[in-house]
């Protein structure tokens, strides 16, 4: 009975409203919805479903869809995707109706809430900024922007040339605080090149076209004033400008060893580096310091070293047919070849350098090396005279040359005694010009002369104590030749005057005039 009471209780009341233009929805509902529903409270079925209460949820996102709510849910991203407290929770849950005109059906707390559990975490400086920063009056949250550029195009300093993703430079900390990659660019930072200033390259902001070549940059400290070319990094590193990591051995041919290794570029490469193709010879740079005035040729470096000019290392009696030896180490080279080396050929014997020295006249030929040494022309000669036609015997292997010799034209010279001792001559060439046939080279007073084996005519009793000059009295040019009888000396002694002939032995001995003996 009560259970029927009650449902015609309630006919009574529905009647009633119906009769005072009432709807049973408004009968019914719990109470007035919020300002932003009130339109529809005279449609229950904007919001509800009868007896289909999980349809709400669907009916809500219907009516939200512009607000791009059930994108986010179908595609979990925004607050209502992503949320804990929301993703997948009944639209009710958070905001609820029916609580008045005044009621907060977002029920949004902004001191407590959680901005991680949005598409925008809050971080660094980002989380002491007020809301409304960033979240303008009168629109959704959800149009405040999340890229760098929608809220700090105005703190830009690059001007918006750089593009818009602040984030690959600059952290939330603090926008001073860059932490662009240049090494990801095609022009990596290394060196001191990390310690500059953005601004020393990237003037006015301008960071499209930067050049990456070092003399764009660094024309007013090149040295070369532009004679090496703009490629600096061939030769400098980025650590310092005085490092020179160019290798001359590795890149050039033409390695850099001993004094070369200290001179400048500027003292090879006086021009333009790829305009003046050097040579590699020696004398393309030191050809005033040529003291041979090319006749050595181009091939320095057989003689020379790099560390030093002097001394040449050519070793002449290795490399040639002729060794120097004695007074020839110090000679000069100009002193033999007169002309280029490669042009004349020299002779090895003495003459071909010494004729001018030769104070012989050529007389004793080529082979100067029979006499002398190479130590010294008038040092240690060692001519043997007795291989000679005139071997020195006693007192004349004691005589300097020059005795004999008043020249050096030695063929030819007179071997005759009287030749160089014609004033030693006290028999005033009565005796003849071949003194040899009494004197010895020992000593004039050593002679040997023996008249009874070398003459017709032995000297025997007074004869023996008479002095040569007492029998040849006139000079001879030849041989002495004398008559051997008695009357060719002694015919002025002759008391007979003639009248017992000539024979006068037939009667006188040889011991005295007067020892005579009569002949039968």
Excluded at 37 to 66: M, N, V
Excluded at 296 to 312: D, F, L, R, V
Excluded at 391 to 413: D, F, K, N, Q
Excluded at 446 to 456: L, N, S
Aim: hydrophobic fraction near 30%; charged fraction near 30%; proline fraction near 4%.
């Amino acid at each position: 009975m009560k259970f029927l009471a009650g449902w015609l209780a309630l006919v009574v009341c529905l009647f009633a409203a119906s009769a005072r233009g009432q709807t049973f929805e408004r009968l019914v509902m719990p109470g007035p919805l919020s300002k932003a529903h009130a339109d529809l409270e005279s449609d229950c079925s904007k919001c509800h479903a009868p007896f289909k209460r999980e349809e709400q949820t669907r009916l809500c996102l219907d009516c939200h869809d512009h607000e791009a709510v059930a994108e986010d849910l179908r595609t979990k991203q925004g607050f209502h995707g992503t949320a804990p407290s929301v993703a997948g929770a009944e639209c009710r849950t958070c905001h609820a109706e029916h609580k008045g005109r005044d009621a907060d059906i977002v029920g949004l707390e902004r001191d407590s809430f959680r901005h991680d559990s949005t598409d925008y975490p809050l971080r660094g400086a980002h989380t002491r900024i007020a809301c409304e920063a960033c979240h303008e009056a009168g629109k959704p949250f959800r149009a405040a922007k999340s890229d760098c550029a929608g809220c700090h195009a105005s703190d830009d300093a690059h001007r918006g040339k750089l593009g818009e993703d602040c984030g690959g430079c600059h952290s939330e900390q603090r926008w001073r605080e860059a932490r662009f990659d240049h090494a990801k660019t095609k022009f990596p930072l290394e060196g001191r090149h990390q310690d500059v200033a953005c601004a020393l390259c990237h003037a006015g902001e301008r960071y499209e076209g930067t050049p990456k070549d070092c003399a764009t940059c660094h024309l007013v400290n090149d040295v070369h004033r532009g004679r090496f070319g703009k490629k600096c990094e061939t030769c400098h590193t980025s650590s310092r400008w005085k490092t020179q990591s160019f290798d001359h051995a590795r890149n050039t041919k033409f390695p850099l060893t001993g004094k070369h290794a200290d001179v400048t570029c500027e003292g090879c490469h006086r021009g333009g580096l790829f305009d003046q193709k050097l040579a590699l010879d020696c004398l393309s740079c030191h050809r005033g310091d040529d003291v041979h005035d090319g006749r050595n040729g181009a091939e320095c470096e057989s003689c020379h070293g790099t560390s030093a000019w002097k001394p040449a290392r050519f070793d002449h009696d290795r490399n040639t047919e002729f060794p120097l030896r004695g007074a020839h180490r110090d000679v000069s080279c100009e002193a033999c070849h007169t002309r280029p080396v490669h042009d004349q050929e020299l002779g090895t014997n003495c003459a071909s350098c010494h004729t001018t020295d030769d104070v012989h006249k050529a007389q004793l030929g080529s082979d100067c090396g029979r006499c002398h040494g190479e130590t010294g022309w008038k040092e240690k000669v060692r001519f043997d005279h007795d291989l000679a036609r005139f071997p020195l015997l006693g007192l004349h292997a004691v005589i300097a040359c020059e005795e004999c010799h008043a020249s050096a034209t030695y063929r030819g010279t007179e071997r005759k005694c009287v030749a160089c001792h014609e004033k030693d001559d006290t028999h005033e060439r009565r005796l003849g010009p071949k003194c040899e046939l009494c004197h010895t080279p020992n000593a004039w007073n050593v002679w040997k002369f023996d008249h009874a084996t070398q003459t017709e005519f032995p000297l025997r009793g007074a004869h023996a104590d008479v002095g040569c000059e007492n029998c040849h009295l006139e000079p001879v040019t030849d041989k002495p030749s004398l008559a051997s009888g008695c009357n060719a000396c002694h015919s002025a002694e002759d008391p007979h005057r003639g009248a017992f002939g000539t024979n006068c032995e037939r009667c006188h001995g040889e011991q005295s005039w007067r020892d005579v003996r009569i002949a039968r």
